[in-house]
């Protein structure tokens, strides 16, 4: 039974670039959230996916922008990098709604130069 | 909005001694979550507590959820080399779909 898998694992732009980011879920699950998290802090909720909507939203400007598609996969979208996106980008999944137990990948590591 | 706050930030301990990170969410919590990120990995699920007063002991690890559901601890007992990590407590926020995450605790286990 795989887990949530991301890709890429690393990745290095430059300012004003942009990046997209993959992501799927673990066998079962429904729903996945992309957290940011910076390095020594905890992770940041980006936003929450679910039957192929945005379902709630954190603190995140426009620039961050996000996909479901029909299987469950999800993708996120950073436009015009700034030097303080880079950081480990993480994905969760989970099954149904409220929040339950969160199943998180590896993660994206983003440096941006 | 929500805050979730974790005291101390990094704790350092001999082999053997305990350990203890306590969490403290600016409103009150339908639940709260605990995770445990390895360095260089990523954040695992240990548990979750519901009930006001709950208490849940994982082998080594007690787990507790304070009376008015704002705050918890988490206490390693003895601890040992594989209990370093950062561990995060996190809280629902109200509107029921974002888990907010405390700023973690790194743990380093001197063997």
Known sequence: ?113 | GQQVMQIPQYQHVQEGEDFTTYCNSSTTLSNIQWYKQRPGGHPVFLIQLVKSGEVKKQKRLTFQFGEAKKNSSLHITATQTTDVGTYFCAGPSNAGNMLTFGGGTRLMVKP
């Open chain 1, 1 to 113: 039974d795989a887990g949530v898998t991301q890709s890429p694992t690393h990745l290095i732009k430059t300012r004003g670039q942009q990046v997209t980011l993959r992501c799927s879920p673990k066998s079962g699950h429904d729903t996945v959230s992309w957290y940011q998290q910076a390095l020594g802090q905890g992770p940041q909720f980006i936003f929450q996916y679910y039957e192929e909507e945005e379902r709630q939203r954190g603190n995140f400007p426009d620039r961050f922008s996000g996909h479901q598609f029909p299987n469950y996969s999800s993708e996120l979208n950073v436009n015009a990098l700034l030097l303080g996106d880079s950081a480990l980008y993480l994905c969760a999944s989970s099954f149904g709604s409220g929040v339950p137990e969160l199943f998180f990948g590896e993660g994206s590591r983003l440096t941006v130069l």
